[in-house]
């Protein structure tokens, strides 16, 4: 199977970048399955219901959330209509939505895909480490699902090394969302896990983590209330990563980073 991941999108600048793509790279790369985070696609702050649609409509499967998943409060309404929209699974109990969602390719082969928080430096969520394996517990790899795709959206890089290394072998990508910036560290585990701590931001780099440079310099800068941070409009690069799976186990048999556009120098799958 042929997976594409990208990283969180910051507000209209990544959005039009990732539905301007998307499609193309379908093709271009032959892909199956294309699962991106979304948390911050509404203005910088959370995911809105036609947006979902917009990106699905662009040739997304999945959209995964994170932190910023109830920013917009109309999709606290609305999410349980849309299951291909996940939050993070180890929210408690009773939390609208789903983390994690089984998709049916055209062929017929089967993804299954999950979302989690890590909780270092983060809200304190339930144990992301046993949410995670609870979900798996009822698939397996290989057997009922050709592939597995876990986005752990985490602030500590250490947290989604321990994760990589817990579901190694037993997922086909466990891939790091939330800090927006991507890491060079891309490789298959021992065990067969395509892994990478941060897949990176689908936005504009001449910012903070995608916002507006002035208002975000401020409060570092001014320990008082300030504007209110916006995106950043500039040109967005699109930034995440590729694996392909061997459907007979589901682990990755290739990885590569991919980036397109704006500041960051581009890359591309050359397989
Ligand atoms: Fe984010
Ligand atoms: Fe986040």
Same mark, same amino acid.
């Given at each position: ?83 291909? $929209?996940? /939050?993070?699974?180890?929210?408690? =109990? *009773?939390?609208?939505? +789903?983390?994690?969602?089984? %998709?049916?390719? &055209?062929? @017929? ?107 975000? $310099?401020? /409060?570092?800068?001014?320990?008082? =209330? *300030?504007?209110?941070? +916006?995106?950043?409009?500039? %040109?967005?690069? &699109?930034? @995440? ?31």
């Amino acid at each position: 199977m042929r997976i594409l991941f990208l990283g969180d999108i910051v507000g209209r600048t990544g959005r039009e970048a990732v539905m301007e793509a998307v499609p193309n790279l379908r093709r271009d790369l032959r892909l199956d399955l294309v699962v991106v985070n979304g948390e911050n696609a509404s203005h910088g702050f959370g995911l809105s219901l036609p947006i979902a649609r917009d990106l699905f409509a662009a040739g997304v499967d999945v959209v995964t959330l994170g932190n910023h998943a109830w920013d917009r409060k109309d999709l606290v309404g609305q999410i349980d209509a849309e299951p291909r $929209i996940i /939050r993070p699974a180890n929210y408690p =109990p *009773g939390t609208p939505g +789903q983390g994690s969602v089984v %998709v049916e390719l &055209v062929d @017929g082969r089967k993804a299954l895909v999950i979302n989690v928080m890590g909780r270092q430096f983060m809200e304190a969520l339930d144990d992301p480490f046993r949410a995670v394996t609870d979900i798996m517990a009822r698939h397996r790899l290989g057997v009922t699902v050709h592939a597995v795709v876990v986005d752990i959206h985490a602030e500590a890089s250490s947290e989604k090394w321990a994760m990589g290394h817990v579901l190694d072998g037993r997922a086909s990508l466990v891939v790091g969302t939330h800090t927006h910036t991507p890491t060079a560290d891309h490789r298959i585990l021992p065990g067969g896990t395509a892994y990478q701590t941060d897949a990176g931001m689908c936005g504009d780099y001449d910012s903070v983590i995608g916002m507006g440079k002035d208002a975000a $310099i401020a /409060r570092f800068l001014r320990r008082m =209330p *300030g504007e209110r941070l +916006q995106p950043a409009e500039g %040109v967005a690069t &699109v930034a @995440g990563m590729m694996v392909e799976t061997d459907d007979a186990t589901g682990l990755a048999r290739r990885m590569a980073p991919l980036r397109i556009g704006g500041l960051l120098a581009p890359t591309m799958p050359d397989f």
